[in-house]
Nanobody, 122 residues
Framework: QVQLVESGGGLVQAGGSLILSCAAS????????MGWYRQAPGKERELVAT???????NYADSGKGRFTISNDNAKNTVYLQMNSLKPEDTAVYYC????????????????WGQGTQVTVSS
C-alpha cells in the first residue's frame, strides 16, 4: 500500500502565494512521476503540473509562469509553488503518483492523495 499525504492548502488573497507538498510513503521501489491535479466545483479534474523522476516537468497553460513543480526524490516528496494566485485557481488540489512497487515487476500503479483545498479570494 501507498499513502500520499498532502499539505499546504488554505485561503489566500489574489496575488498571493502558496506551497503545496505531497509525501509518498509505503511500498515504494521507485516513483516514475508525481504531479498535481485540481478540481473546481462543477468541473472535471484537470492537470496542473507533473514532474518525472529525471525532473522533466509539464505544466498546464493555466499555471505556466506562475506555478513551479519540484521534487525531492530522497524524500519521495513533490512540491507545487504557486505564485500570483487568481480566484480561478480555487479548487481542491490532488497529488498524483505513478509508483512501482518492486524491482521484480515493472508494473506502475497510479495513486491519488485525499486532496487539499486552495481558496483564492478576490
Amino acid at each position: 500500500q501507498v499513502q500520499l499525504v498532502e499539505s499546504g492548502g488554505g485561503l489566500v488573497q489574489a496575488g498571493g502565494s502558496l506551497i503545496l507538498s505531497c509525501a509518498a510513503s509505503g511500498s515504494i521501489f521507485s516513483i516514475h512521476r508525481m504531479g498535481w491535479y485540481r478540481q473546481a466545483p462543477g468541473k472535471e479534474r484537470e492537470l496542473v503540473a507533473t514532474i518525472t523522476s529525471d525532473n522533466t516537468t509539464n505544466y498546464a497553460d493555466s499555471g505556466k509562469g506562475r506555478f513551479t513543480i519540484s521534487n525531492d526524490n530522497a524524500k519521495n516528496t513533490v512540491y507545487l509553488q504557486m505564485n500570483s494566485l487568481k480566484p480561478e485557481d480555487t479548487a481542491v488540489y490532488y497529488c498524483n503518483a505513478h509508483i512501482q512497487y518492486s524491482s521484480r515487476a515493472a508494473i506502475v500503479y497510479q495513486w491519488w492523495g485525499q486532496g487539499t483545498q486552495v481558496t483564492v479570494s478576490s
